[in-house]
């Protein structure tokens, strides 16, 4: 008698980094992303991930190395915690971080380093457009407590707060 195999679940962590892709794969269904916690699609092809399905337990999401853009459509993660978009065409802060507020409503820590929209030493903007832009986004995602990989203190926060934008 033979036996059967049983299915392999998709583990709580999952990557599809390099493998030059623009979609969700098909046989990466509804069921087996609600399984997924953490979710690398690094160096590939995606301009949006609103085909992305099942997607409501994630907690990490790192699209670092795409082509992603201001424009850019996510699914409603409401368990999303951690985003990195470093390195993508993102250039109007207003549209994307309107977006960020929408879909994520528990983001803590945002990674948007090397795109138009987040000037800094790494894209040429100078220390007052730096903190111009992270003023900006402290004051619209409340929850936040990192960005671009440093900790959000809290004299910055209220100095956000009192020039929201």
């Known amino acids: 008698m033979m036996k059967k195999r049983k299915k392999q679940p998709v583990p709580i962590r999952l990557s599809l980094a390099h493998r ?5 794969p098909k046989e990466l269904t509804a069921d ?7 979710l690398d699609l690094s160096h590939n092809n995606f ?31 409401p368990h ?6 470093n390195h993508n065409s993102i250039d109007n802060l207003v549209i994307f971080i309107d977006t960020i507020v929408k879909q994520f409503p528990n983001l ?9 929209a987040a000037p800094s030493y790494l894209n040429g ?3 007052g457009d730096h903190q111009e832009y992270r003023n900006y986004v402290i004051s619209h995602l409340p929850k936040l407590q990192h960005l671009d ?7 910055e926060r209220r100095t956000a707060i009192s020039g929201r934008h």
Not at 80 to 85: G, K, S, Y
């Open 20 to 24: 030059d892709i623009s979609d969700q």
């Open 32 to 38: 087996k992303m609600k399984q997924c916690r953490e």
């Open 47 to 77: 301009t949006s991930l609103h085909t992305f399905i099942g997607c409501e337990n994630i907690e990490c999401l790192v699209v670092d190395h795409n082509k992603l853009k201001s424009h850019v459509s996510f699914p409603h993660m």
């Open 80 to 85: 999303l915690r951690r985003l990195w978009v």
């Open 108 to 116: 803590v820590e945002l990674n948007m380093l090397n795109n138009p």
């Open 125 to 127: 903007g100078s220390v």
């Open 149 to 155: 990989f440093v900790k959000i203190e809290r004299k």
